[in-house]
């Protein structure tokens, strides 16, 4: 199991989804997830802390844990299959080790509030993870100085604010 930690949320430009992007605590393979917007607003609320005036589902879920004294040890996304990820939350109960089926979004959501662990199979990472281009940090830092250029170009015209177009 590889340790990754919660990078980013999303928004798909070309629908209503959301993508959770979680990125290895070591290495640099970064792992995608398409979730909807109730989710990631779920998660957003959880990884930043923000008090709600009545519990979330995600809320609701850590105080039962709480009051039956179950402790969440850590999430595992343990498989993909036909474009679905599969999570197991893994608590121990008394000296039971158990483990919960569950959706990613929702095993995120709790493991944000919570604050822990959050692992990956590795064939789901070497099957959905993906690896940034190197060039593209630097075609970035070329476009900002093209920027620059251009905005040279303009603060060298001389133009006449009170013309009438």
Not at 37 to 45: D, K, N, Q, R, T
Not at 95 to 106: G, M, N, T, Y
Request: proline share 5%.
């Amino acid at each position: 199991m590889i340790e990754v930690n919660l990078e980013t949320i999303q928004i798909s430009l070309v629908s209503s989804q959301r993508i959770v992007v979680l990125k290895e605590a070591v290495g640099e393979r970064y792992l995608p997830i398409w979730i909807g917007p109730c989710e990631a607003e779920a998660i957003s609320v959880g990884a930043k802390g923000v008090e709600v005036l009545r519990p979330l589902t995600h809320d609701l879920i850590v105080s039962i844990l709480d009051t039956l004294d179950a402790v969440l040890l850590y999430i595992h996304i343990s498989d993909l299959a036909d474009n679905t990820f599969y999570a197991r939350l893994v608590m121990e109960v008394g000296s039971d080790e158990l483990e919960i089926d569950a959706r990613p979004s929702d095993a995120i959501a709790i493991a944000v509030r919570l604050g822990v662990p959050i692992y990956v199979n590795e064939p789901v990472l070497e099957e959905a993870g993906v690896v940034p281009e190197p060039d593209i940090m630097k075609q970035s830092l070329s476009d900002l100085e093209n920027l620059g250029v251009f905005r040279d170009f303009l603060s060298s015209l001389d133009i006449d604010d009170s013309q009438d177009n």
